[in-house]
């Protein structure tokens, strides 16, 4: 749409959401003689006035010689929010007006629909006014109005794609450059998507220079032919031509050797093709770039350039499979918002840079970009690290027909009402138009839970018409069948394994993709292996998207410390508080056992040990594995015994036995082999030696006899305490609580009552599946268990046994606690509860001490470095360091962590390595060691407001149940990872004072 007057029943308008704004293109860069020669950008310092409603904002603020001398400063690109005008406010499905005020699309509110008013001045050369000027805003939300010197330049909405417009006619030596940004408009209800509402200009402002000679667009195809390995590259160019001059194109390999090149009179060389022979083929094992270099020439001077990374790939589907470069293909994929938790969704390279290398690291080979086109630099990074990517148009209206859960799409949009048709087609073209050269691009996405129509549909039609070469992707038609043809391929949310199975089974025409699944909120993840078992049973499950790569959380200084915000912590209502934390990673980038767990199941490369040696298999379509080598490490107790290292190089999709001479074990205690694959050299992403993946075969030995002399105790009766005392040691216990006292040299360990513990802090997945009402019950069994009998007896001179027998209350089960002290300053530890089919769920079982502060050295043999529980237990067994402190998840909503299964042994030192350790007798023990109990866990809302305590919580546990992972909102923890009701249960341990 062309305009001169504005006026603000565009807001309200659907059918207008662009007003002179020039078409999409391809976000080739152009310059000159080097890069950025022909642009300019504006970001920075920006002069900035704000009104709640736009009855309360400076209309003529655009206007020359308008004074901002009274006017405050803000960034750009930057949001609003975050400049400390507006609250922040987050809010998943629910319309955030929700409550406020009663709306229908397409108005929005009169009052809450804040404004910011924004200018700028720039000047320009004398060589830079004799070119055609365009101005670029990369990103802006939700609406905006730009005037150049005081006329009006256009309007547009789409938050997520650039928006240009010519302002050539307007411009002079000195400029002012007005811009009026609106919260909300008719596009608001286009852009639900389950995030933090934020506004303003918050990608880049740039100024592009337009000389007599322009390529405007291109568009690069490919015809590759996989049995001669050769292509064929297709190249279309736009270009405005305002004078007569040659236009030369060249393709580079990767080492920037010339592979072809065309000559040409510019007007007539707009199609093009260049051949290659002994093509190198891109995937994101090996993101083979070459680069296309055009050049617009007049009389044998440049005038203009650009380059073109170009990855050859043939992707396409064969008898229902998915298939790149004729190889059945599995998204090992994670949704990603952009978000930085100081800036919101200001993105800067950097950030960028560290997200694209931690996903290499973790063996994520697949991104979703969910919900929105994001930052035109995170597809180069896709290209040139290797990711498959689903492009996702900026499309999301799930509170239009998904209320509190059920499907009520009476008012939804945009459905197939044709005025909002054109409106999600040109969000579908202006993605397409910006992104479609980059090879990492396999899918293209007509948004997010939007339900479907023929408007949805119309978006796939434009996708296949100009972009044959991809496939198209949309999960809402999950919900209305009829338009089954808005999508290539089957796609779902949080199916649950058993689902998805029986779909595959059903003979499918369509293959299966998660295109979000394992809702990685809070502690969570678990039973992530159950759907990647999927992938070689059934050639159509091609795999999935975790939800999702980062916290959502905003940072915030509060008394010196660094505080993580989340819903409703800025009396943002509607809210839906914590549940913008799904990260793989924290939000500020922290690691978790979450990413560790997709970091080994998502590996290329699966390794097994056996008594005589290794097993590799090799899951890649294309990497031989030669770029690895293989480090064999048995240790002992966590000491190194030997380290051998070999070269590794097997065929994709291969297997092999390796045949390798395990040191033979020589004394008692743990042994595991460990093979090990890693990179030899050092990589764009990680430094050579960052292990890959991993194999490991662990063993317990205690056939070599040790003769240990025995040491005398004392036992001490007394009216209400028992004591017993040996050579530097002493323990005590209370008749009617329970061990007490553990003393070495006169030093106390404990600070508090040892006693049977069941419960542990809910997760965000126990709360969604209603959880609470079973767990609070055995919070209150825990706490009020009392002891029914306490009996003692020295069984030998170096031995005496204390035996409890605890009532459990509100389940009225009874549970045996019994402590054998021996002479050698050990304490044998046997607890046990017979099975009771009858029983509800129980969340945990073991032992609760609690250990003097000073004791915090922490050293554990057993799954580390992260989190670990039986659904998610894939971490290396090894010897690690630590504190309490550090054991501490900063989930947004505290909860339970710190949890290590396939413990082997830990220890709690002071500084002077006095404490206690640890020692599971014939199988691993759980254990975690931390600053709370579960229960302040479980009472806290952040992790500001835990209590201080001076001691140090120690759970030594024989069983957890799982925590779940495939949704946060009613999903129960699989059968398999509860703790089974019709076995007796039973703690069996060794305590010794160092």
């Known amino acids: 749409m062309n305009a001169q007057n504005p006026t603000l029943d565009w807001l309200e308008t659907p059918e207008v959401f662009a007003v002179n704004r020039l078409k999409a293109h391809s976000d080739h860069p152009v310059y000159k003689n080097k890069k950025g020669d022909l642009e300019r950008s504006l970001d920075g310092t920006w002069k900035f006035s704000f009104a709640a409603n736009p009855s309360l904002r400076q209309a003529d603020f655009y206007q020359e010689g308008y004074n901002t001398q009274n006017w405050d400063d803000i960034q750009v690109p930057g949001h609003i929010q975050f400049a400390g005008y507006l609250n922040h406010h987050y809010t998943?499905?629910?319309?955030?007006?929700?409550?406020?005020?009663?709306?229908?699309?397409?108005?929005?509110?009169?009052?809450?629909n804040a404004v910011g008013s924004y200018r700028t001045n720039f000047s320009l050369s004398p060589e830079e006014l004799s070119k055609d000027v365009i101005l670029t805003f990369e990103g802006a939300e939700c609406a905006f109005y730009v005037w150049v010197n005081g006329q009006f330049v256009g309007y547009s909405e789409d938050s997520f794609t650039p928006a240009h417009f010519d302002i050539t006619p307007y411009v002079k030596e000195n400029n002012t450059l007005a811009v009026e940004v609106y919260q909300r408009s008719s596009a608001s209800w286009l852009e639900d998507q389950d995030f933090w509402r934020f506004f303003g200009i918050f990608r880049s402002v740039v100024l592009h220079f337009e000389d007599k000679m322009h390529i405007e667009d291109v568009k690069v195809t490919q015809d590759i032919n996989l049995e001669s390995k050769s292509a064929v590259l297709n190249v279309a160019m736009e270009n405005k031509l305002r004078e007569d001059g040659t236009c030369k194109a060249v393709l580079l390999d990767g080492d920037q050797k010339e592979v072809s090149c065309l000559s040409g009179e510019a007007k007539e060389l707009n199609e093009f093709s260049?051949?290659?022979?002994?093509?190198?083929?891109?995937?994101?094992?090996?993101?083979?770039?070459?680069?296309?270099?055009?050049?617009?020439?007049?009389?044998?001077?440049?005038?203009?350039?650009?380059?073109?990374?170009?990855?050859?790939?043939?992707?396409?589907?064969?008898?229902?499979?998915?298939?790149?470069?004729?190889?059945?293909?599995?998204?090992?994929?994670?949704?990603?918002?952009?978000?930085?938790?100081?800036s919101g969704r200001v993105m800067t390279r950097e950030m960028m840079e560290q997200d694209a290398k931690f996903m290499k690291r973790h063996n994520i080979n697949a991104v979703r970009t969910s919900h929105y086109p994001n930052s035109s630099y995170w597809y180069e990074l896709a290209d040139r690290y290797g990711f498959y990517l689903i492009d996702e148009a900026n499309l999301e209206s799930h509170g239009s027909w998904q209320k509190l859960g059920a499907v009520d799409p009476e008012w939804n949009v945009p459905g197939s009402k044709p005025e909002w048709k054109e409106a999600v087609v040109d969000r579908?073209?202006?993605m397409y138009e910006r992104d479609k050269n980059h090879p990492s691009i396999f899918i293209w996405s007509c948004g997010n839970?939007?339900?479907?129509?023929?408007?949805?549909?119309?978006?796939?039609?434009?996708y296949r018409e100009n972009d044959p070469d991809r496939l198209v992707h949309y999960e809402g038609c999950v919900y209305t069948p009829d338009f089954d043809g808005c999508t290539d391929m089957h796609s779902r949310m949080y199916a649950k394994p058993a689902d998805i199975e029986e779909y595959l089974k059903s003979n499918p025409k369509k293959p299966f993709i998660n295109c979000e699944y394992m809702h990685a909120m809070g502690s969570s993840l678990g039973n992530l292996i159950e759907y990647l078992d999927l992938e070689k049973k059934y050639p159509k499950y091609q795999g999935g998207f975790i939800w999702d790569f980062c916290d959502q959380a905003i940072a915030i200084e509060k008394d010196g410390q660094t505080i993580f915000c989340y819903g409703g912590d800025f009396s943002d209502y509607p809210t839906d508080y914590n549940f913008c934390g799904n990260g793989l990673v924290l939000a500020d980038r922290s690691l978790t056992g979450k990413s560790q767990e997709t970091k080994q199941l998502y590996a290329p490369v699966k390794l097994t040990v056996t008594e005589s040696g290794f097993t590799v298999e090799n899951e890649s379509l294309f990497d031989d594995l030669s770029n690895l080598a293989l480090v064999c490490t048995t240790t002992l107790d966590g000491k190194v015994i030997e380290t051998k290292r070999m070269d590794l190089n097997i065929a994709p999709q291969a297997t092999k036995e390796i045949a390798f001479a395990w040191p033979s074990p020589n004394a008692n205690g743990i042994w595991i082999n460990t093979v090990s694959a890693v990179l030899k050299n050092e990589t764009e992403w990680a430094p050579a030696g960052y292990e890959i993946s991993f194999g490991q075969k662990v063993a317990k030995i205690d056939s070599f006899k040790q003769e240990v002399p025995a040491k005398s105790l004392t036992l001490i009766e007394g009216d209400g305490n028992i004591g017993v005392k040996g050579e530097g040691f002493a323990a005590m216990f209370a008749?009617?609580?329970?061990?007490?006292?553990?003393?070495?040299?006169?030093?106390?360990?404990?600070k508090g009552t040892a006693r049977p513990d069941f419960f542990r802090a809910l997760t965000d997945n126990d709360m969604g599946a209603g959880y609470g009402s079973i767990m609070g019950i055995w919070m209150s069994a825990g706490v009020f268990a009392t002891i029914k009998t306490c009996t003692w007896k020295q069984k030998a001179e170096d031995e005496v046994v204390v035996s409890y027998v605890y009532n459990i209350p509100f389940v009225n089960e009874d549970c045996i606690l019994e402590y054998a002290v021996h002479g050698n300053g050990t304490m044998s530890v046997h607890m046990e509860m017979k099975a009771n089919p009858s029983r509800p769920m129980?969340?945990?079982?073991?032992?609760?001490?609690?250990?003097?502060?000073?004791?915090?050295?922490?050293?554990?043999?057993?799954?580390?470095?992260?989190?670990?529980?039986?659904?998610?237990?894939?971490?290396?067994?090894?010897?690690?360091?630590?504190?309490p402190s550090a054991q501490y998840v900063n989930y947004l909503n505290p909860q339970e962590c710190g949890n290590h299964v396939d413990t082997w042994s830990f220890s709690l030192e002071n500084k002077n390595h006095q404490g206690l350790a640890v020692q599971a007798e014939n199988t691993p023990l759980q254990f975690s060691a931390l600053e709370y109990t579960p229960e302040e866990l479980h009472n806290a809302d952040h992790k500001e407001k835990l209590p201080v305590r001076n001691d140090i919580v120690v759970r030594i546990l024989s069983e957890q149940m799982g925590i779940g992972g495939d949704d946060s909102w009613g999903a129960p923890v699989h059968d398999q990872w509860l703790i089974d009701s019709n076995k007796d249960l039973a703690l069996d341990c060794t305590i010794a004072l160092i």
């Not at 008749?735 to 404990?750: C, T, V």
């Not at 922490?858 to 630590?882: E, M, V, W």
């Open 92 to 112: 998943n499905t629910i319309y955030p007006w929700d409550g406020h005020e009663f709306l229908r699309p397409p108005y929005v509110s009169k009052t809450e």
């Open 274 to 342: 260049l051949n290659v022979e002994k093509v190198h083929l891109w995937s994101a094992e090996k993101p083979y770039l070459y680069t296309l270099k055009l050049a617009l020439e007049h009389d044998g001077n440049i005038v203009e350039q650009s380059e073109i990374a170009v990855g050859f790939r043939k992707f396409e589907m064969k008898d229902g499979i998915m298939t790149l470069n004729g190889k059945r293909i599995v998204f090992r994929g994670v949704n990603r918002h952009e978000f930085n938790p100081y």
């Open 428 to 430: 579908a073209r202006s």
């Open 449 to 462: 839970e939007s339900y479907a129509g023929e408007d949805i549909l119309a978006m796939a039609d434009f």
């Open 735 to 750: 008749i009617q609580k329970g061990l007490i006292s553990l003393k070495k040299d006169g030093q106390e360990l404990l």
């Open 842 to 883: 129980l969340p945990a079982f073991g032992l609760r001490l609690y250990v003097q502060p000073e004791f915090n050295q922490l050293t554990y043999l057993a799954q580390g470095p992260f989190d670990s529980y039986c659904d998610r237990n894939h971490q290396k067994i090894d010897l690690y360091a630590s504190t």
